[in-house]
């Protein structure tokens, strides 16, 4: 059974930083992209970064580019996403998403199999 569980969110005054983290499990993630989405309250879902396992192709929203780095550790089949230079727009449920590496490099559009529960962020001004 395949799980992302992610941890790491919390409460952050503007300007600071927080490290998401996405725990995979119960298959190979090698040949698979893994991603960062965030929905606020009453906004649609949207896409925040993505990568391949090897980071050789990453991918990132306007929004976040130069503030947040999404990276991934083989080892602990874990994926990062740190975030620096916090907004209070930042404010949001984030979730891991991971899907085949096979469905193409449109990491924003293409749909994703498997998806965590969530961690909220709130980023106070």
């Known amino acids: 059974q395949v799980q992302l569980v992610e941890s790491g969110g919390g409460l952050v005054q503007a300007g600071g930083s927080l490290r998401l983290s996405c725990a995979a499990s119960?298959?190979?993630?090698?040949?698979?992209?893994m991603a960062w989405f965030r929905q606020a309250p009453g906004k649609e879902r949207e896409f925040v970064a993505a990568?391949?396992?090897?980071?050789?192709?990453?991918s990132y929203a306007d929004s976040v580019k130069g503030r947040f780095t999404i990276s991934g550790d083989k080892a602990k089949n874990t994926v990062y996403l740190q975030m620096n230079s916090l907004k209070p727009e930042d404010t949001a449920a984030y979730y891991c998403?991971?899907?085949?590496?096979?469905?193409?490099?449109?990491?924003?559009?293409?749909?994703?199999?498997?998806w965590g529960q969530g961690t909220q962020v709130t980023v106070s001004s």
């Open positions: 998403a991971a899907r085949p590496l096979s469905s193409g490099i449109l990491f924003a559009t293409t749909p994703y199999d498997y």
């Open positions: 119960g298959r190979t993630f090698s040949n698979y992209a």
């Open positions: 990568s391949s396992w090897s980071g050789s192709i990453t």
